[in-house]
T-cell receptor
Framework: DTAVSQTPKYLVTQMGNDKSIKCEQN?????MYWYKQDSKKFLKIMFS???????INETVPNRFSPKSPDKAHLNLHINSLELGDSAVYFC??????????????FGPGTRLTVL | QKEVEQDPGPLSVPEGAIVSLNCTYS??????FMWYRQYSRKGPELLMY????GNKEDGRFTAQVDKSSKYISLFIRDSQPSDSATYLC????????????FGQGTTLQVKP
């Protein structure tokens, strides 16, 4: 059974398009996250939701909009895609209310390429 | 200057070697220290977790935290080709609602 799953795995699109990435976790966790990993493997948090409520919102362009329809799902919508958005996007989830000691489980990643 | 600095490598060692991976950090509020392992084209997975200063051992892996020097290490004994991966250190402060700050990751290759 996949714990944290993301779709699609690969996404190739043109500049200016709008795209969405979906994430689902079946671990019963309350908190979900979106991370961006650049070409140098640097992993940076973008957003975090706890029970459908936004709790972390890093300095991210407002072209990026997360949506959590329920605590098992967290989607990421990106408007007007730019070349610099090319990266691997990881979804993660954790059990408690995102406490600092809480293990975060990562999905397999979505590799976004903007042409 | 990044909050967490990690030498990206790559680091190449022969099988059986002892590997030392390190991170330095600048934020004295960090209390929780983690090491994640990321295989190629996979998501990171938690390898070791330490709270505050001290050592923690798990099999061939030992994590060390020196808060006075703002320095953390991961040691891998008897390294195996299956240890070939990128190792990311991560840190978090008390009451920080799960916000992890990651190092850049060190790519390790263990040659048979």
């Amino acid at each position: 059974d996949t714990a944290v799953s993301q779709t699609p795995k690969y996404l190739v699109t043109q500049m200016g398009n709008d795209k969405s990435i979906k994430c689902e976790q079946n671990l019963g966790h309350d908190t979900m996250y979106w991370y961006k990993q650049d070409s140098k493997k640097f992993l940076k948090i973008m957003f975090s939701y706890n029970n459908k409520e936004l709790i972390i919102n890093e300095t991210v362009p407002n072209r990026f909009s997360p949506k959590s329809p329920d605590k098992a799902h967290l989607n990421l919508h990106i408007n007007s895609l730019e070349l610099g958005d090319s990266a691997v996007y990881f979804c993660a989830s954790s059990h408690l209310a995102g406490g600092p000691a809480d293990t975060q489980y990562f999905g397999p990643g979505t590799r976004l390429t903007v042409l | 200057q990044k909050e967490v600095e990690q030498d990206p490598g790559p680091l190449s060692v022969p099988e059986g070697a002892i590997v030392s991976l390190n991170c330095t950090y600048s934020n004295s509020a960090f209390q929780y220290f983690m090491w994640y392992r990321q295989y190629s084209r996979k998501g990171p997975e938690l390898l070791m977790y330490t709270y505050s200063s001290g050592n923690k051992e798990d099999g061939r892996f030992t994590a060390q935290v020196d808060k006075s020097s703002k320095y953390i290490s991961l040691f891998i004994r008897d390294s195996q080709p299956s240890d070939s991966a990128t190792y990311l250190c991560a840190m978090s402060a008390q009451g920080n609602t799960g916000k992890l700050i990651f190092g850049q990751g060190t790519t390790l290759q263990v040659k048979p």
